[in-house]
């Protein structure tokens, strides 16, 4: 966008990842007190602190994404008059929320998307979902492109990038042999991605399959959406599981496994499996919103029930049983993403629909 003309402002709550972007994009990132949690106090001094950097700089547009910084930076940009209030949505943890608290955050979506002039769910199942609740007007409602937050750089995820040789120390590395089947799971280890159902399938299919293995990439949320105990101690001791915790760098794990398994209760677009079908992995899916438009059930991956340890069983012993099933699946990944989901196809749409808001607005020509 700063090439095209923008100029451009970054905000954020802080974080490890602060200092890589602001190498990468040259800019400073400013600081806000956003919180994950509901925090009331710390909320409204995050909106006070985003209005006086919204009236500062007075853009013509503001961009939020993830359902904090969605209600505090939509919030904060009505307030302070910004003409083109622009969110993105990109999963809703209210999916798998029940009781006092789901009409809390109904609510607070609710306000979000009035605050906004235009909603963008990064999946088009999330759309419906959108239109179903009645969060907004249709008309509010846009997908861009094919949908994705951001799309995928699949210059930078390809599996040409790794030798053989560097697959074979990783392997070395990690206790894997070449005659394992290896799963890999990349994401928060937590209970709404479906980590207990995988965990305990695994486990039984440890007892009847000799040689598979299961990469865990992330770490947990104890606070946040904690495991079972059971989970846990099965994490723990069996030795067919490997838990790396989180990694900079997600890519030589695609590249020494053999399929992705994201068995997810909710979801906007994800980017893991966008990425492993980008890496050349078929990936078994919950048949949620994103995942099920990224993954054709049995093309470049398969699709099975939300919260089914015996379909989620059956999947996965079936791809460790049929690799002829796997070399079609792997022919079709990458050229799925390449054709739907690049990242500069993304990129160009989102300029294209910034450029047309502006023109509408009669804030450029």
């Not at 605050?115 to 509010?140: D, M, Q």
């Not at 937590?190 to 399938?201: A, H, Q, R």
């Not at 794990?253 to 979801?267: C, G, K, W």
Request: hydrophobic residues 40%; contains cysteine; aromatic residues 6%.
């Amino acid at each position: 966008m700063q090439q095209k003309g923008f100029e451009v402002i970054l905000a954020s709550a802080n974080g490890k990842e602060i200092e890589q972007i602001e190498k990468n994009t040259g800019l400073k990132v400013n600081i806000l007190p956003l919180t994950r949690k509901i925090s009331p106090v710390t909320d409204l001094k995050a909106v006070y602190q985003t209005y006086k950097l919204i009236k500062k700089h007075q853009p013509d547009i503001v961009h939020t994404h993830t359902p904090k910084a969605g209600i505090i930076g939509m919030l904060a940009a009505k307030l302070a008059g910004v003409p083109i209030r622009m969110h993105t949505v990109a999963g809703m943890p209210l999916m798998e929320t029940k009781g006092l608290k789901r009409k809390i955050l109904n609510l607070v979506e609710k306000l979000t998307y009035w605050c906004a002039t235009g909603v963008y769910p990064n999946s088009y199942g999330l759309k419906a979902f959108i239109l179903e609740n009645k969060f907004t007007r249709p008309e509010k409602v846009k997908v861009i492109a094919h949908g994705s937050s951001n799309g995928i750089d699949t210059n930078y995820f390809n599996p040409a990038l790794f030798s053989e040789n560097e697959k074979t120390e990783l392997k070395r590395l990690l206790g894997i042999s070449n005659k394992d089947f290896v799963f890999i799971f990349v994401g928060r280890l937590v209970s709404d991605k479906g980590l207990n159902e995988l965990i305990s399938t695994l486990n039984r299919l440890s007892h009847e399959v000799t040689h598979i293995k299961l990469l865990l990439i992330g770490n947990e949320e104890p606070k946040l959406d904690p495991l079972l105990p059971q989970t846990r101690k099965i994490i723990r001791e069996n030795k067919n599981i490997i838990s790396t915790g989180w990694v900079e760098d997600v890519r030589p794990y695609f590249a020494v496994s053999n399929a992705l398994v994201f068995p997810s209760y909710r979801e906007g677009l994800p980017n893991v499996v966008l990425q492993a079908n980008a890496m050349g992995l078929p990936a078994i899916v919950t048949d949620i919103n994103g995942s099920n438009e990224i993954i054709n059930q049995k093309e470049n991956g398969c699709i099975i029930p939300v919260k089914d340890p015996d379909k989620l069983y059956e999947a996965m012993k079936k791809f460790i049983s049929d690799r002829d099933l796997i070399h079609q699946m792997k022919l079709k990944t990458r050229p799925n993403i390449v054709n739907r989901y690049e990242q500069k196809i993304v990129w160009q749409a989102l300029l294209n629909e910034y450029q047309q808001l502006l023109k509408e607005r009669k804030l450029i020509q």
